[in-house]
């Protein structure tokens, strides 16, 4: 807590003198009546800064602090190491004052750091070109839809697709064209009912490993849409591509995704960071920035901003998006994320989930009353059937602080009694022993 001084009445006096006014109440005056608080604020009487400092101290001691409890939460947002090198190098004041390069070419350290990511996002999606980075998976998701839904075609969205990702969706593409479902079988796109629905369809967007953490057959999924003539956008975990063949191998044509699990807390719920990669011919539309690097008249290596697609920078009218920043931070951290985990580092990462999902899922299959809800290949996460609510089987796991899974209930009342589960590197065989013990507790 930072101590606080607050103005003394010779100090409003000088402002009001300074402003021309003669009272706070004349700045109040535009404020219709009908929306101000009525009655004041019930507030203690003044404090000094002593029990002031006491009385909030109090208050946030009450705070509920995650870091207390062993974490098996998922569902877009992961509890991944970060290394404490990250913060020593993302909050040097060289970058974090200068986080937006709005006068880009004087942000030399900035551009370079962007460019690294760009470099590092290639050649992790096995794609051509990625942009500076947008808000959070969900707003990527649906400026990659944007590129294809411009002939206003329509796209088919396969069932795993993230909920919120696909409310997202929905909402930025409301005017652009019909939003049609695959048809699922087991948590898993339907391969052999696909062809029937791409009809019409510019774009196809498939989430592998999807929302329930199953690994889609992505590559009858790509064959089946070019076939069609469309465009195939792949939602990635940049955290399992160690394990997984990157998009780019398995014929897609985008490729986004959040980037929270690469350094970045998860922070109480944000910000996120969004990516983006794609194939060449995509370049010169693509959302937000590209960072180039070039050659002085002296032959000195610079970095600028080649390619700038929004509405600030250019003819408003051939802008092809509004997204105003990229998330210069955040993008930073998962640069040094990516840069200190190396090729080995990142496929470690992989194996770890995978090895450890697979032992948390065979220690609940063998607690009475629990089983796996989908028989496919998953990596990370996974769902599991509860004998009880998952609300209440979460509530229990609280109370011996674990943090069980979520409650897949907030998003289909028909899945109120299924929880999804996430393990990452993370997690030790001690703690996954005892949050299986967690669930013994809650029983038919």
């Not at 500076?132 to 969205?157: H, I, N, P, Q, T």
């Not at 063949?245 to 998860?266: K, N, T």
Request: include cysteine; charged fraction near 20%.
């Amino acid at each position: 807590m930072h101590p606080y001084v607050g103005t003394c009445a010779n100090d409003r006096r000088e402002m009001m003198e300074y402003l021309g006014i003669s009272s706070v109440e004349e700045i109040l005056s535009p404020i219709p009546q009908s929306v101000r608080l009525k009655g004041g604020l019930d507030l203690p009487p003044a404090g000094s800064e002593l029990s002031v400092r006491r009385e909030l101290g109090g208050m946030a001691d009450r705070n509920w602090d995650a870091s207390r409890y062993v974490s098996f939460l998922g569902g877009g947002a992961y509890d991944h190491y970060v290394p404490s090198a990250i913060d020593h190098l993302a909050l040097r004041s060289e970058f974090y004052t200068a986080y937006t390069p709005y006068q880009a070419e004087a942000s030399q350290g900035t551009l370079m750091a962007i460019f690294e990511f760009q470099s590092l996002l290639c050649e992790l999606l096995a794609l051509d070109v990625a942009n500076a980075s947008l808000y959070d998976g969900g707003s990527a998701v649906a400026e990659a839809a944007l590129l294809g839904l411009r002939a206003k075609a329509g796209a088919v969205v396969t069932a795993g697709l993230h909920p919120r990702y696909a409310r997202v969706l929905r909402t930025y593409c409301a005017s652009l064209g019909e939003i049609r479902p695959a048809a699922a079988a087991g948590g898993l796109t339907d391969t052999r009912a696909l062809a029937a629905s791409l009809a019409g369809a510019s774009t196809v967007i498939v989430q592998s490993p999807n929302f329930f953490g199953l690994v889609e057959p992505v590559a009858e999924i790509a064959r089946a849409a070019k076939a069609a003539g469309a465009m195939v956008v792949a939602v990635v975990d940049p955290t399992t591509l160690g394990v997984l063949a990157p998009p780019g191998e398995w014929g897609a044509d985008i490729a986004v995704g959040e980037a929270q699990g690469l350094g970045i807390e998860v922070s109480y719920g944000g910000p996120y960071l969004g990516f983006l990669g794609a194939k060449r011919e995509h370049v010169r539309r693509l959302p937000g920035r590209i960072a180039g690097v070039t050659t002085g008249r002296k032959g000195e290596r610079g970095f600028v901003l080649t390619l700038q697609t929004r509405e600030q920078h250019i003819r408003r009218e051939k802008a092809t998006s509004n997204i105003c920043t990229n998330q210069g931070l955040l993008m930073l951290r998962a640069t040094i994320h990516m840069a200190l985990l190396g090729k080995d580092g990142i496929v470690e990462v992989g194996r770890q989930c995978l090895a450890k999902s697979r032992y948390a899922a065979a220690r609940a299959a063998k607690v009475p009353g629990y089983k796996l809800r989908h028989g496919g290949p998953f990596v990370k996460e996974f769902v599991l059937d509860c004998p009880a609510p998952a609300a209440a089987v979460i509530a229990s796991a609280a109370q011996r602080g674990i943090l069980a899974g979520i409650d897949l209930g907030r998003f289909d009342p028909a899945l109120s009694r299924s929880m999804l589960v996430a393990v990452t590197e993370k997690r030790t065989r001690e703690e996954i022993d005892s949050w299986a013990a967690a669930l013994a507790e809650v029983t038919p």
